[in-house]
């Protein structure tokens, strides 16, 4: 969720006027602000962030309704004897984010957002872990396996952003080397951020090495294998996500000034990108729920394939829903799904969640992408 948020008010900052012009802004601010309520809150004392709901085995085990929940769920937590540098670093660098978007919509709000955040990193910097050894079962589930590196480097750029701190920037000059900033990933995801961070520091410096690394990951990402169509497949589970955020990063590198000597062509390639995810694509078909073309019918959702309501008492939600041929009774409106297969082959099924799956994260970058080609449509 701190990624989605991170990643979300990144494309709104930058594409404030896409926004505005979509009439979203507002709407866009309300959903920020769902999330980072939550954070506060989640954050009671200095050293301490809950950072999961119940466990995710016991989770998985039963199909049914957010609202059904009776029964009473555990809470994790992560503290100074049980750290989490990566959830930690990474909730910190989506308050910093939300600091930024309210700074003038609501300016005590912003403050409030601001001093989460740098609480919460000093957390994640001095008591050093990574969450899933500290959360059981975590990492059956939400197993970085990029390490906490990126984060705390995330977390950094963010504070930089914020604040305009030069604290922050002289330390993220510092670790940017040692801590992997100058390698070249193979994505931008909720577990891997360091794109991210090259292409902030390319626009906080304008030097020269933080552009070429910026140039080297679109480069690469170019380069990774696609479907006959185009899409580019980074892997089986959820390849409409990785190309959505390669094309968010292409969107944000093409904002960059001086202007990289291929701007027209990330954009060339972020808009194909996106254009696939939205139905053209070897199945001429969308893969946004509820938008275009045959779009996705079945998404792996419990709550929305869950039987359809309107008076009381209401019907029980269970597997039957999971194992229904039928369309969702309710439509996911613009929920991207997981995606097709190297030959572009995909099958609207409810129970391969691998194909089917959707998720915040999923769409994060996919939103993001869209409205940066939005705001050079209009001339940005």
């Known amino acids: 969720m701190a990624y989605t948020i991170t990643t979300l008010a990144w494309g709104m900052i930058e594409y404030q006027e896409a926004y505005q012009a979509a009439n979203e802004f507002e709407k866009a601010l309300e959903l920020v602000k769902w999330a980072t309520d939550y954070f506060i ?4 004392t200095k050293n301490e962030l809950y950072v999961q709901v119940t466990d995710g ?38 308050l910093a984010a939300a600091s930024i978007l309210f700074k003038t919509e609501d300016p005590s709000y912003s403050a409030l957002c601001l001093r989460h955040a740098k609480q919460i990193y000093e957390f994640a910097d001095q008591y050093r872990g990574a969450y899933h050894n500290s ?12 390490g906490y590196n990126d ?25 940017y080397s040692s801590l992997g900033g100058g390698n070249t990933p193979a994505e931008f995801s909720w577990d891997n951020k360091m794109a991210g961070v090259q292409v902030l520091m390319a626009d906080f410096t304008g030097e020269s090495q933080y552009r070429d690394h910026v140039s080297k990951f679109l480069d690469f990402a170019r380069g990774v294998r696609t479907t ?22 292409a969107t944000f590198a093409a904002k960059l000034e001086p202007a990289l000597s291929k701007k027209n062509q990330y954009l060339a390639y972020a808009k194909k990108q996106i254009n696939y995810l939205l139905g053209d694509n070897e199945r001429s078909a969308s893969y946004v729920v509820g938008f275009g073309k045959n779009p996705p019918q079945k998404p792996h959702h419990r709550a929305s ?12 939600c269970g597997f039957n829903s999971l194992n229904s041929g039928s369309a969702n009774p309710h439509v996911l409106f613009g929920a991207l799904v997981g995606g097709p297969d190297t030959s572009g082959n995909y099958v ?32 940005g």
């Open 41 to 44: 809150a989640a954050h009671p």
């Open 57 to 94: 085995g016991l989770d998985h085990s039963k199909w049914e309704r957010p609202e059904d929940v009776k029964r009473m769920r555990r809470l994790y937590k992560i503290d100074q004897n049980n750290p989490g540098s990566d959830v930690a670093a990474e909730t910190a660098a989506a």
């Open 135 to 146: 959360v059981e079962g975590a990492a059956t589930f939400y197993k970085s396996w990029s």
């Open 151 to 175: 984060e705390l480097l995330w977390g950094l750029a963010w504070l930089y952003k914020a604040t305009a701190d030069d604290q922050y920037l002289g330390t993220l000059r510092q670790r």
């Open 228 to 249: 006959p169509l185009g899409l580019s497949w980074k892997a089986k589970w959820g390849p409409n996500r990785y190309a959505a955020n390669y094309a968010a990063i």
């Open 305 to 316: 394939s869950c039987p359809s309501w309107r008076a009381l008492p209401v019907q029980t």
């Open 348 to 379: 609207d099924d409810r129970k391969d969640y691998i194909a089917n799956e959707v998720a915040t994260d999923y769409n994060a970058g996919f939103q993001s992408a869209v409205a940066g080609l939005q705001f050079f449509a209009m001339g």
